[in-house]
Structures are given as structure tokens and as C-alpha cells.
């Protein structure tokens, strides 16, 4: 069942990469990234094909990030947030993206190219198991994605954090959690998972996983974003945030409201 979802969400994101090539930026994907706490000026930072629209926070807003740091981003997509965080980090620092699609990876990497950022790197791996030394990381961001990451496999993420993780070294997460039990009309919904919505977590279960790692003083915030605004995405005309694509909008998708379910929340955390 984890290597059909998987595959599942490999398949769905590395679609939309590769239709980023080909596929004009609307306006929409500024109005939902400015929702979700990007400025202007990081927005304006950033190569043409770099924000996707496929965010529910800005993990870099409130990482606290340091020149001359090590980050890695987990799920890194376009680099949107790898970029953000190679400027803070400059060029005694250093910026790592990893992301288990091939097409996602190399995107980036064009982007990174087109931005002339040499301080970042970019992993192809999956976010539970990535080729980087024990305590080697100041600071571990991630964007909408550990949500993706089937329900066995979540605590091996938050390991694989406190393992590359310095002693004092911090995590900043941005992600959608559920604020109550999914219903299985919800859970069960492909669709939904892999927009980002099915495969919640409780606020309880995050807060174990990051206890059970040794990652201390947790903080998650809920940041009362909107999420219905993913439903008016522009950006691919099949398919829009977190991979839920218009023409797969049932009316029961349609009708119902994100927001009583899910959130948007920030979680930060530091290694003992």
C-alpha cells in the first residue's frame, strides 16, 4: 500500500514538473503563495518556473536561518525554498534540497542554474532515508509535504531529522494537519491525498513523533491560512495545488470546506 502511494505522488508531482516546463505561470500562483506568508520580494527573488503554487507556509520565515549554515529542505520540489534559504545562508553556507522525483530534482536545478545560486545542492531521495552524514545539518525545513508521507513511515521521518540534525540544530516545518479525525470519505480519496488533504496528521501524533526523535520545546501553531483558496489554483489546467487538478474536483470535493478539517500549521522543534 506505501509503494502505491508513492508511486502515486512520484507520478502526480513529477507530471506537474514536467508540464512547468511547457506551461505559462498564472497570477493565482503569486496571490496563494503570498497567502501562505511569501513577500514580495522573496517572490521576486525567484526564477519563472521556481513557485508552483504548491505551499502551505513559508518554513524560512521562521527558521531563524543563519549565514553560514547548513539547511536541507525535505520535499524540495522547484526550490522555492532551497533558494530562500541559500541567500540567508550566503556563501560560506550551504543549501540542500531533497526530493524523491527525478523531474522535480532536475528543475530545480535549472532554476538553481538561473539564479546563479552555487551554495545549493539538490538530493534525489526519499525524505526518510537521505544519503547525508549524522550531525551534519544546523536547520531542517519542509513545505507541505510530510502529509504526503504514508502513516508507517512518518516516524522514520521525524528520526531522519533528529539524525542529521546538530546537537541544538532545529527544524521548521510548515504543513497541513487535521484538526479532527478524517472521515473515510476523506481519507480514502486519492485525490485528496495527494492534494495534500487526506493524509493528515493529528496535532497529537505530530507532537509524538517529534518527542519520540528527541526533538524538544515543540512548538505548532496553527496559522489559520485558507485552504479552500487551493481550489482556485490556475496553475496547469488539469491539475492544480499539491496535485489535485480541477477536472478531478468532484462536487463532494468541490462542496467541501478544507478548512473545517485541515490547517495550515508551523512546527518548530530543536535537538537536545
Known amino acids: 500500500m506505501a509503494e502505491n502511494t508513492y508511486n502515486l505522488v512520484q507520478s502526480r508531482y513529477g507530471d506537474m514538473a514536467e508540464q512547468s516546463k511547457v506551461t505559462q505561470q498564472h497570477a493565482r500562483e503569486e496571490d496563494i503563495a503570498r497567502a501562505f506568508g511569501y513577500s514580495a520580494e522573496d517572490l521576486s ?8 503554487g504548491l505551499s502551505c507556509g513559508n518554513p524560512v520565515g521562521f527558521a531563524n536561518v543563519n549565514e553560514g549554515e547548513t539547511v ?8 522555492i525554498d532551497v533558494f530562500l534559504a541559500a541567500r540567508k545562508v550566503g556563501p560560506s553556507g550551504k543549501a540542500i534540497g531533497v526530493d524523491m522525483t527525478k523531474s522535480m530534482i532536475e528543475l530545480a536545478e535549472s532554476n538553481a542554474q538561473k539564479a546563479g545560486l552555487s ?3 539538490f538530493i534525489e531521495a526519499t525524505i526518510h532515508s537521505i544519503p547525508l552524514p549524522d550531525a551534519s545539518v544546523d536547520c531542517i525545513i519542509s513545505n507541505c509535504v510530510i502529509n504526503l508521507v504514508p502513516i508507517g513511515d512518518k516516524p522514520a521521518v521525524f528520526r531522519e531529522i533528529a539524525r542529521l540534525l546538530k546537537p541544538g540544530g532545529r527544524v521548521a516545518i510548515s504543513d497541513i494537519l487535521a484538526r479532527k479525525p478524517l472521515p473515510d470519505h476523506i481519507t480514502n480519496n486519492m485525490a485528496l491525498y495527494v492534494g495534500c488533504v487526506a493524509g493528515a496528521g493529528q496535532v497529537d501524533e505530530y507532537k509524538g513523533y517529534l518527542e519520540q526523535a528527541g526533538l524538544q520545546n515543540a512548538l505548532i501553531v496553527d496559522a489559520k491560512s485558507d485552504l479552500n483558496l487551493y481550489k482556485n489554483s490556475s496553475y496547469l489546467p488539469q491539475k492544480s495545488c499539491c496535485g489535485m487538478g480541477a477536472s478531478e474536483i468532484t462536487p463532494e470535493i468541490a462542496a467541501l470546506d478544507f478548512n473545517e478539517w485541515v490547517g495550515s500549521f508551523q512546527i518548530y522543534a530543536i535537538k537536545g
Request: aromatic fraction near 0%; glycine fraction near 16%; charge should be negative.
Open 45 to 52: 527573488s525567484l526564477p519563472e518556473k521556481t513557485n508552483l
Open 119 to 121: 551554495n545549493t545542492q
Open 72 to 79: 536541507v529542505d525535505l520535499g524540495s520540489g522547484s526550490g
